[in-house]
């Protein structure tokens, strides 16, 4: 089954946060699937960290070397179509990314967002 994952649950699993042996177990028999901005969303998850304090820079790193290791197809997602979903869902770009995506391959998004 393919999965569309998002920042969220990428971050959970890298940082070792309480949801990670469920996220693994879910995820174990699925294709991972992000929009490519994923990439950049981590980057952004981990500087932010990073000035706030609460890693250093070599945790960060090795977070990075971890992310990389996670069997994940990034695909490109039509922006017309993420702008439609922020208009009609109010919700920020990126996570219209995440939605445009599941829609885009008729599959279900994991997230630990809440609404």
Known sequence: MSLVTDTSTIIAVIANEPEKSLLI?????CD?????????EIGNA???MIKRGRI??????T???????????????DLKRALEIVDLHKVYA????????ALDRG?????????
Do not use: G, N
């Open 63 to 77: 977070a990075v070397e971890i992310y990389d290791q996670i069997p994940l197809t990034l695909i490109d997602v």
């Open 32 to 40: 991972l699937i992000a929009p490519r901005s994923l990439y950049w």
């Open 25 to 29: 177990a879910k995820t174990q028999d």
């Open 46 to 48: 981990f500087s932010a």
């Open 56 to 61: 250093t820079l070599e945790k960060a790193t």
């Open 94 to 101: 990126y996570d219209a990314y995440m939605i445009a995506c």
């Open 107 to 115: 599959c279900p998004m994991l997230t630990l967002e809440v609404a």
